[in-house]
């Protein structure tokens, strides 16, 4: 045998083991909702897999609730995805459990390109943030605010949208007519935030270690929205249950003249009656003007097979282009401050008008969720709110019952 | 098929097919509005006006779901998955059944309550280390793994020993005397006279895993191996529900054990005749 | 012999049932998040906390209600049907299939149909009430009429199957007992009340066991009805369970909570079988 067909083979033997290596089919597997299928989404992971080739991302998607049993089994058992979207709230309670993956590393070396955190809006960042480390990136930032049929409004003699809180009962009585209600509230507990908010109320004192719902001010919110049902008969009881369609049909149908909502009920009002007459404003100012946000955010399990993969998907969908395209085709507003500025944007009437609300948006349980206890004490004040709106209880009463008993698990 | 004594006046013959009427309206109902679903279109499902006659009826809701999701592969899955469980339960449920309710042995009652224990804890709780031991038996997200854990019940099995049970214990001493041992007799003896009750079984059994949701979330971790149950939940929006789809699959979802019924249906109804739930 | 014929049984159950129920009692014994972060261990702490703790009793005490609630009218309905049905009505055959369809139907999908119906505002149930001059109903939507509501949705659910099991039973029953019967003068009702149903016993007990097991674990009907609402008026126990295992992550906890409701069904079913399980044989 010839030396050089020695090398010849030799190199012919290298050369499979480096094609075969490269060759070996590797799956990122990524968690996502099922309503968030966007086009531009699918976009990325087509083109994410055209740049890396012999990766094929799995795209797994769920309704929350049932993420939700899924992941934890899967954190149980250590057999987790790589990228997970989460409704907001999740980084922070499983992070501290040690369940995901610090990203700091991550940002230190791409925040600059990507313009993390900086161009974020501020409490977007905060909230994904356990003891100043990064453990989630936010990829969707809304807000709720006022949306009114401009029609009913009319016809009772209003021809702008109510700013105040009298002002919003005055057109809610008004509105009331003929079995039409003026606001349709959603059964969900975070809905009632803009009303507290609204009215100064704070969720959580770290100083004190203590709730801030058995105020006076958060009774006499509860007491707004309560009164405005059993009293005033200008609002139906919300319907039970866990799901968001509740008032967004009542308007749709022309049967409630006003409702709070976010940009996820453009569609369904638009395919439902085209023929709809209605309009988006600012949220109500009591003492202050505000309301509750919400939004996406991904984070990555410590448990990952391929964690540096799914920071370079995660980047991908982060990105201002994908921001851009993904909210102008499906109506959800971003979380970066390069995004709301965009003339694209801006001229867009739903983004636009949706988007306004993000200046003065509030994460409703963000230093809450930092003491561990957040889901228990969340469940105290649903049950509280529920027995206030469902039983007609006295809002004051039953606050200060249920913020005792929630001070008591916090102090656990 | 024996009658119930005695005849009905005129009146009673009335108001006992007036309860029927009633009967059958309350369990078509529903039925009938989740046809009307699936032919509706987005405008009516988000239009908040009940509607039970769609002004168009969308037919095209059952040609789009295919498209929309692998379909196909999501029945299939479903047959596979609720077919391998009931063969199983049909294997193993009936003999030990027989077990139970024709053979003497020490701890035969704490056996039995023990089995019958199985019955009083959730699914859910039995869960996670569930999934762990399919994650190390290296069964994820195989049809195996989604198999396996309901390969018998405690619920067939006391049903089958139910239906074993009245079968007359002469036939079964002969044969021992004869020297048979038990598996001869199960095998020659009872289970011919078990047709009616194994139709019983299976109808119960498939309908029961058709309609599983739970093990197939968590164990399933791709798309295509998702059966029906876990398929429909793609159609829906983080903010509402996609009736009209969601309402198709649910069509869908339904003909099949429809069909199984159908086919058992003589079987069912005579089954316990036979062996008699006396 | 048995033992070997039992073989493969004894090795699945033990597999599958009988490790994981191991698994989770050793759960419950920590505070915490046992199997997935951290936990401390407290021994039977958790058991204590939770007969002192008001939600879980009154979720116990609602699903009791739900649960007795469901199979006594699940069977009376269910043998009142089969009484008519065993016998020769017109139409038998396919008037039992359709009452036997809501029991082969996924729950998961007729529980969105319903909840659609009872829409106190956007359901039909209502607008029918309304066409016909009727007051309308909150069902689901108030605490008071929420329990009453979702167990007539579990029996409009059950009652076929009870029906079909006794009709299978009824006509079972030996021609000439019924014939003596009436020779005797006996008149149908009298029939009824001092023969078939003594003869049904068994089958009442296997049904009202099988049914009392199953509805005091339901999960299904309150989450995917109300959520547990309006004001924990249906948080059944499996549900209480459920989310305090899966939202608040409180696992160790949720996990004793379920062995506690394991006792009590055990005890249930105890006392079930001494009630009906007196034989009658003629």
């Given amino acids: ?412 | 098929m024996s009658r119930k004594p005695g005849g009905h006046g005129p009146a009673a013959s009335l108001a006992i097919y007036a309860v029927l009427a009633l009967a059958v309206l309350l369990a078509v109902f529903p039925f009938i509005y989740m046809i009307s679903l699936s032919l509706q279109s987005d405008a009516d499902i988000y239009s908040g006006v009940p509607v039970i006659i769609p002004q168009t009826l969308q037919f095209s809701n059952y040609v789009d779901i295919w498209e929309r999701a692998p379909f196909v592969r999501f029945i299939l899955n479903s047959f596979i998955i609720a077919g391998g469980i009931t063969l199983l339960h049909l294997i193993f449920d009936p003999l030990i059944g027989y077990v139970f309710a024709k053979m003497k042995f020490p701890g035969k009652r704490v056996m039995f309550a023990a089995l019958l224990s199985t019955l009083m804890l959730p699914f859910f709780i039995r869960m996670i280390p569930l999934y762990l031991l399919t994650a190390q038996m290296g069964m994820l997200n195989t049809y195996q793994g989604l198999i396996l854990p309901f390969a018998m019940s405690a619920y067939g099995i006391f049903l089958m020993r139910q239906f074993i049970a009245p079968i007359p214990n002469d036939l079964i001493d002969a044969a021992r005397i004869d020297g048979a041992n038990d598996l001869v007799i199960y095998w020659r003896i009872v289970l011919p006279q078990l047709r009616p009750a194994l139709a019983t079984l299976a109808l119960l059994t498939f309908v029961f895993q058709f309609n599983e949701f739970l093990w197939p979330l968590i164990v399933v971790s791709s798309t295509e191996m998702r059966p029906i149950t876990t398929g429909l939940t793609l159609f829906n929006q983080e903010f509402f529900t996609q009736w009209n789809l969601t309402a198709t699959g649910g069509v869908i979802l339904f003909l099949p054990s429809f069909l199984l019924f159908l086919i058992t249906q003589r079987y069912f109804i005579r089954s316990v005749m036979m062996s008699g739930m006396k | 012999m048995a033992y070997a014929l039992l073989l493969p049984g004894i090795a699945y159950f033990t597999v599958y049932f009988f490790y994981p129920i191991a698994v989770e009692f050793w759960a419950s014994l920590f505070r915490g998040q046992p199997l997935i972060g951290h936990a401390q261990f407290a021994g039977l702490a958790n058991y204590v906390v939770a007969l002192t703790d008001a939600t879980v009793r009154h979720s116990f005490l609602i699903t009791l209600v739900y649960a007795v609630g469901t199979t006594v009218f699940t069977l009376l309905i269910g043998l009142g049907l089969a009484a008519i049905l065993a016998g020769p009505v017109r139409a038998n055959a396919l008037i039992r299939a359709i009452i036997f369809f809501p029991y082969i139907i996924s729950f998961v999908i007729v529980a969105l149909m319903w909840k659609s119906l009872l829409d106190p505002y956007t359901g039909i149930l209502n607008s029918v009430l309304i066409t016909l001059g009727l007051p309308t109903q909150n069902w689901l939507s108030t605490p008071s009429s929420a329990l009453p509501t979702m167990i007539a949705v579990s029996v409009w659910k059950d009652v076929g199957y009870a029906m079909l099991i006794y009709i299978a039973a009824i006509q079972g029953i030996p021609e000439q007992l019924y014939e003596a019967a009436s020779i005797d003068g006996a008149k149908p009702r009298q029939i009824f009340t001092r023969i078939t149903v003594p003869l049904l016993m068994p089958t009442t007990l296997f049904l009202a066991v099988v049914s009392m097991i199953s509805n005091l674990q339901d999960m299904s009907a309150p989450f995917l009805l109300t959520n547990g609402g309006p004001a924990n008026a249906t948080r059944l126990f499996s549900l209480h369970v459920y989310e305090t295992a899966f939202v608040q992550l409180e696992i160790g906890y949720a996990s004793a909570l379920s062995f506690l409701m394991f006792l009590i069904i055990l005890l249930i079913t105890f006392i079930q079988f001494k009630l009906l399980g007196r034989e009658v044989a003629y």
Wanted: aromatic residues 12%; charged residues 20%.
């Fill in chain 1, 1 to 412: 045998m010839s030396v050089r067909f020695m090398r010849g083979f030799a190199a012919a033997v290298v050369g499979t083991l480096l094609v075969g290596g490269s060759a070996h089919a590797q799956t990122l597997t990524v968690y996502w909702n099922a309503g968030h299928a966007y086009d531009a989404y699918a976009k990325v992971i087509e083109q994410f897999e055209a740049d890396n080739p012999g990766w094929t991302v799995q795209w797994e998607r769920f309704q929350w609730p049932d993420m939700r049993t899924k992941l934890v089994a899967d954190f149980a058992v250590g057999n987790t995805p790589d990228l997970v979207a989460e409704p907001g709230g999740w980084v922070q309670e499983f992070a501290q459990q040690g369940l995901l993956e610090p990203l700091d590393a991550y940002i230190e070396a791409d925040g600059a390109e990507m313009g993390y955190p900086d161009d974020w809006q501020d409490f977007s960042v905060s909230r994904n943030m356990v003891d100043d480390a990064y453990y989630g990136v936010q990829i969707h930032l809304t807000c709720a605010t006022l949306v009114y049929n401009t029609d009913l409004l009319a016809e009772a003699g209003f021809d702008a949208p109510p700013t105040t809180w009298e002002e919003f009962r005055e057109v809610a009585i008004a509105t009331s007519t003929n079995g039409r209600f003026g606001f349709a509230p959603n059964p969900v507990t975070s809905y009632y935030w803009p009303w507290l908010f609204q009215n100064g109320v704070e969720y959580y004192d770290p100083e004190t270690n203590t709730v801030g719902f058995d105020s006076p001010e958060a009774a006499e919110a509860l007491q707004f929205v309560s009164d405005l049902i059993h009293d005033d008969k200008a609002a139906p009881l919300p319907v039970a249950g866990a799901d968001y369609e509740g008032p967004q049909k009542l308007f749709t149908a022309g049967r409630a003249a006003m409702i709070i909502t976010g940009p996820w009920d453009v569609a369904p009002i638009q395919t439902g009656n085209p023929n709809l007459n209605w309009a988006i404003a600012p949220s109500l100012t009591n003492k202050t003007q505000a309301t509750q946000a919400g939004g996406v955010s991904l984070m990555i399990p410590a448990a990952a097979e391929h964690k540096d993969m799914a920071w370079e998907l995660l980047k991908r969908f982060v990105s201002l282009e994908t921001e851009l395209e993904a909210s102008l085709a499906n109506g959800m507003t971003m979380p970066r401050k390069s995004w709301a500025e965009h003339p694209d944007v801006q001229a867009n009437e739903i983004l636009g008008n949706f988007g306004q609300c993000l200046a003065y948006a509030r994460d409703i349980t963000a230093e809450l969720r930092l003491t561990g206890k957040s889901a228990r004490v969340e469940e105290l004040l649903k049950t509280a709110v529920d027995e206030i709106i469902y039983n007609d209880r006295p809002a004051q009463e039953i606050l200060s019952q249920y913020a005792a008993e929630a001070n008591r698990v916090l102090a656990e």
